[in-house]
């Protein structure tokens, strides 16, 4: 671990690197094989599955869920050595749960409560309490509050 900002409780298990900046709240867990870059907030009670990257602009709030091998992106026309890319920030909401392997394209928002479908891509923000599937990521029900 290269960052000192990991809460009180937070469990980080084998092959994890988390950078300096990274900052990390209280009673997380993340598994083996994870990446956590530098402009990445972590909230508390997150649950991060193996095989996540976590690239910069990344942030998780309270009690979120990652399912295992998510795929984030910070960059919308990415370039090999393009030091000049305007790297999107993408924010997950409290509550909402990712299922595994989905794709979430930079610079969105997926709302409180929400739900990705395992596989799922997402491509444009996703409204509190709605579940996505599919490719592209589309509304198939509201879970209300």
């Known amino acids: 671990m290269q960052t000192s900002h990991i809460g009180d409780g937070t469990r980080i298990w084998q092959y ?39 690239w910069d602009g990344v942030h998780l709030e309270d009690d979120v869920f990652v399912g ?3 795929t984030f992106t910070n960059d919308r026309y990415p370039r090999s050595k393009n030091h000049s890319a305007v790297l999107l ?9 990712i ?11 997926i709302g409180k409560g929400a739900i990705v ?13 709605a579940t996505v599937v599919g490719n592209p990521a589309r ?7």
């Not at 300096?20 to 972590?42: K, L, M, T, W």
């Not at 595994?100 to 930079?106: D, K, Q, S, V, W």
């Not at 395992?118 to 491509?123: E, H, L």
């Open 99 to 109: 299922g595994g392997g989905a794709t979430i394209l930079p610079g969105i928002e």
């Open 16 to 54: 994890v690197v988390v950078l300096p900046g990274a900052q990390i709240g209280r009673e997380v867990n993340i598994c083996s094989h994870c990446f956590v870059e530098n402009n990445v907030r972590v909230g508390d009670r997150v649950t991060i599955k193996s095989g996540v990257q976590l």
């Open 139 to 145: 509304p198939v029900r509201s879970l209300g509050q």
């Open 89 to 97: 920030t993408t924010i997950v909401k409290a509550g909402a749960s």
């Open 117 to 129: 479908g395992a596989g799922a891509v997402v491509t444009r923000s996703v409204p509190d309490y």
């Open 68 to 70: 295992p091998n998510v």
